[in-house]
């Protein structure tokens, strides 16, 4: 699971923006400014006959600041990303 749900800056983080482009999901903000430092992305890649799936999770950030529950408080009652 991508560390960001659980960051102060996952609202206004460029690399979490890109993450939700990855997933076609909604955007927190429009115009994500801040640029993280050092995030590491794993990217799982699975296949199922002729369909590719990929999943994006940020598993690292030299700039995690932690705030348990920040992205279930910026979307309440939806389930949090997988």
Same mark, same amino acid.
């Given at each position: 699971?991508?560390?960001?749900?659980?960051?102060?800056?996952?609202?206004?983080?460029?690399?979490?923006?890109?993450?939700? !482009?990855?997933?076609?999901? &909604?955007?927190? +903000?429009? +115009? &994500?400014?801040?640029?993280?430092?050092? &995030?590491s992305i794993n990217v799982n890649i699975r296949t199922?006959?002729?369909?590719? =799936?990929?999943? %994006?999770?940020?598993? #690292?950030?030299? +700039?995690?600041?932690? =705030?348990? #529950?920040? %992205?279930?408080?910026?979307?309440?009652?939806? &389930?949090?990303? !997988?």
């Amino acid at each position: 699971m991508c560390i960001c749900i659980d960051c102060d800056h996952v609202d206004r983080c460029i690399t979490y923006n890109a993450v939700e !482009t990855q997933h076609q999901q &909604p955007h927190l +903000s429009d +115009s &994500p400014d801040f640029d993280p430092l050092e &995030p590491s992305i794993n990217v799982n890649i699975r296949t199922q006959d002729d369909l590719i =799936e990929m999943e %994006w999770d940020v598993v #690292g950030c030299l +700039s995690f600041l932690l =705030e348990k #529950g920040k %992205w279930a408080r910026l979307r309440p009652g939806l &389930p949090l990303p !997988t």
